[in-house]
Nanobody, 121 residues
Framework: EVQLVESGGGLVQAGGSLRLSCAAS????????IGWFRRAPGKEREGVSC????????WYADSVKGRFTISRDNAKKSVYLQMNSLKPEDTAVYSC??????????????WGQGTQVTVSS
């Protein structure tokens, strides 16, 4: 069974930082790109970032470029999202998922329950 479990969310002031973690199990982690998307109340789901495994390519949404950094540790079957210079508009539930990027747009499958990130102004 594919499982993705997120952690690391919380409440932070604008300008602060958080590091999200995603622990994966139940599939050949090394073979897949893993990423993050977020969903804020009243807004559509937004892809945040993806990282490919063996070729090390990353993708970021324009809204987080220069502030967020995605990384992975294949030995631990984990993916991380370091979020710096957080803004109130980053407030959302963040989920990790298997991802694919085509024509500059990500698609996501098999996501976890998510972790809440709240940025206060």
């Amino acid at each position: 069974e594919v499982q993705l479990v997120e952690s690391g969310g919380g409440l932070v002031q604008a300008g602060g930082s958080l590091r999200l973690s995603c622990a994966a199990s139940g599939f050949a982690f090394d073979d897949y790109a893993i990423g993050w998307f977020r969903r804020a109340p009243g807004k559509e789901r937004e892809g945040v970032s993806c990282i490919y495994s063996k070729i090390g390519i990353t993708w970021y949404a324009d809204s987080v470029k220069g502030r967020f950094t995605i990384s992975r540790d294949n030995a631990k079957k984990s993916v991380y999202l370091q979020m710096n210079s957080l803004k109130p508009e980053d407030t959302a539930v963040y989920s990790c998922a298997v991802c694919t990027v085509a024509a500059g747009l990500p698609t996501f499958d098999y996501w976890g329950q998510g972790t809440q990130v709240t940025v206060s102004s």
